[in-house]
């Protein structure tokens, strides 16, 4: 039993009584779930909390009582401001405001997590002075007015324009000079008609690789794409008949550990197995009998949502490549394995209801 777990389980539950509660916050774990989820808390308990250092997490309840919200805005310990400025509401009235005007750069980042900033909050965030501020924007803002994101869209920092681009479709009108711009060119070929396949960028094919309205023609001449990360998009593609996977398994082994990492972080879903395919006689599968669903020998196919440990290029020591389409692999436990289980478990049933009929 993992204890840790369980108090803090316990922590999170309701209508637990005050003693109780009192001595949970003695335990870390458990005060820091309680400072974070519940909304029974009293003064006692939450000044208790704060001198025990689990103001971070109620700051970041959103059932703490304004004043008390208000308070951890102002804490000199900044880790408190961030965690307030990422949940707090404007009780009272101009606690956002303060926030934004908080001389921690740091502090307006996290604001722009906070779900309940303003539209004029957020046009003032979208003009910070620090890019860092304005780049997180378009990550973590959601309701952003478009003259706001026509603003970051066009911003003098490059960062600021290429988080823009990936996180939100651009205008028709500035997507050709987004096109256009070297540091924005890849975000935007992911919204630009896929006709940039024979782009010398290899960033500007990923993306092309990667558009779920490819034309079948493009993404077969991507498969032979010279850059590894290209073909690995077009072997994560839903769309990628398994034949052309298998033929782009091999070329997905890197001894180069910047590629392995990225092919680490790009999986990919695999299409749903066929139905079981049955000798003629053999009758339909008894009730509650398990049945394979794929051929022993089909030791490379993917089951649906699965994806498979790859094999390490060059011998031991060489980089795996991660969870990218690569398949093969002897390391850990894949879908053949639990395939022959399967198929163990119906030839075991078969076996006992021969005894049976043996028996009788």
């Known amino acids: 039993m993992d204890l840790d777990f369980e108090l803090g389980a316990l922590a999170a539950q309701e209508d637990l009584p005050a003693p109780l509660v009192r001595r949970l916050l003695q335990h870390s774990v458990a005060r820091r779930k309680a400072a974070r989820v519940r909304r029974d808390l009293t003064g006692e308990q939450i000044e208790e909390s704060i001198a025990l250092g689990s103001g971070h997490s109620l700051a970041a309840n959103p059932w703490v009582p304004a004043p008390v919200k208000a308070r951890l805005a102002e804490h000199p310990d900044p880790a ?4 307030a400025a990422a949940s707090a509401t404007d009780e009272p009235p101009g606690l956002l405001a303060r926030l934004a005007d908080d001389p921690d750069p740091l502090v307006c980042s996290f604001l722009t997590m906070n779900e309940n900033l303003p539209a004029e ?8 002075p620090d890019p860092d501020v304005r780049k997180w924007l ?3 803002c959601r309701n952003v007015p478009q003259a706001v994101r026509r603003a970051l869209f066009t911003d003098a920092d490059p960062d600021v324009r290429r988080a823009a681009v990936a996180f939100w479709s651009p205008p028709p009108d500035l997507l050709p000079a987004l096109l256009a711009d070297p540091s924005t060119r890849a975000c935007a070929a992911g919204h630009s008609p896929p006709d940039l396949a024979r782009d010398p ?7 092309v690789a990667a558009r779920p309205d490819l034309p079948t023609a493009l993404r077969d001449r991507l498969a032979q794409d010279p850059d590894i990360l290209v073909r690995n998009e077009i072997a994560c593609r839903a769309d990628t008949p398994p034949h052309l996977r298998e033929q782009l398994s091999p070329t997905l ?19 749903s197995p066929p139905p079981a395919h049955r000798e003629p006689g053999t009758g339909p599968p008894r009730p509650g009998r398990p049945v394979a669903t794929r051929s022993l020998r089909c030791r490379r196919a993917p089951r649906e949502g699965t994806c498979w440990r790859p094999r390490r290029a060059g011998g031991p ?16 436990r894949g879908p053949a394995d639990g395939i022959v289980v399967t198929v163990v478990a119906a030839l075991v049933q078969d076996l006992a209801d021969h005894i049976q009929v043996i028996v009788r």
């Open 80 to 83: 408190l401001r961030y965690a």
């Open 201 to 207: 960028d290899p960033g500007v094919r990923r993306a």
């Open 317 to 332: 020591g060489t980089p795996s490549v991660g969870r990218s389409w690569a398949a093969g692999g002897t390391g850990g």
């Open 121 to 128: 909050l957020v046009a003032r965030l979208a003009r910070d």
């Open 253 to 271: 082994r890197t001894q180069n550990p910047g590629e392995a990492f990225l092919l680490g972080n790009r999986s990919h879903t695999c299409p």
């Open 138 to 140: 378009p990550q973590h």
